[in-house]
């Protein structure tokens, strides 16, 4: 994975240290090859904070484990028999809004990341990420932070219209919140934003915030699509 979101550890501690201090992250691993099912399972196990409590074939056993086991976070694959990962996704947001799910492919295709981000996934990674990175993006997307493969970020990015298309004029952004809503939409962490834009976090979270709140949007994830819809990027 390119780029993940940082979290925020305690002085000293590093993250596998505040990982295995805090209560461990319980999640559902989705896949329809057993090799790649159990391979992802076992790599995650002996990771600090992170408790694997099951596993599913497809989407329609997702949705039944996830509603006997209750976990934060859900791996899914896309492509699977039967229910796929996004139509899997909607009936989680439904049935089980408590978790979050986190899409592991290797399908980079537009459309597939486009249809899971709006179906309610809090995130899009390859499966060719290392294993301290996988175990890195289940924290953080637990500590909700959407996360993005770099790979899909430049996709994304590259079937967009050029900025010069401007947004939406009903829109009332500044020049300042539309230049954060981009970075936010190429999935830029707070921090990073800060230092770009030579502005103090705390601003940035509070830009992030209006930015949200004027557009009716439930997170991040949802200000990367819109910001799609209106050939930000």
């Known amino acids: 994975m390119g780029r993940v979101a940082g979290t925020g550890v305690g002085p000293g501690m590093g993250e596998e240290d505040a990982a295995a201090a805090a209560a461990p992250v319980r999640v559902l691993v989705v896949d329809d ?3 790649i099912r159990d391979g992802i399972a076992s790599l995650l196990s002996i990771r600090p904070g992170i408790d694997v409590v099951g596993t599913a074939v497809d989407g329609r056993e997702a949705v039944a484990r996830a509603l006997e086991l209750h976990p934060d976070i859900v791996l899914m694959d896309v492509r699977m028999p039967g229910m796929d990962g996004v139509e899997a996704v909607t009936v989680l947001r439904a049935e089980v809004p408590e978790c979050r799910v986190v899409m592991l492919t290797t399908f980079d295709d537009e459309e597939y990341v486009v249809r899971a981000l709006r179906a309610g996934a809090y995130g899009y990674l390859l499966k060719d990420l290392p294993a301290d990175e996988l175990a890195r993006a289940v924290r953080l997307a637990h500590a909700g932070v959407t996360q993005l493969d ?16 401007g947004a939406d004029p009903a829109v009332a952004l500044s020049p300042r919140e539309v ?6 939409a190429r999935g830029r962490t707070n921090r990073e934003i800060a230092a770009q834009l030579y502005l103090s976090e705390g601003t940035v979270k509070n830009h ?10 439930r997170d991040r994830t949802q200000a990367a699509l819109r910001a799609r819809d209106l050939g930000l990027l």
Do not use: E, H, K, N
Not at 179 to 184: F, Y
Not at 208 to 217: D, K, P, T
């Open 33 to 35: 090859q057993r090799l």
């Open 208 to 217: 992030v915030s209006r930015i949200l709140g004027r557009l009716a949007l």
């Open 150 to 165: 770099a790979t899909v970020t430049r996709r994304l990015a590259a079937s967009l219209p050029s900025p010069d298309a």
């Open 179 to 184: 230049d954060i809503l981009r970075l936010v």
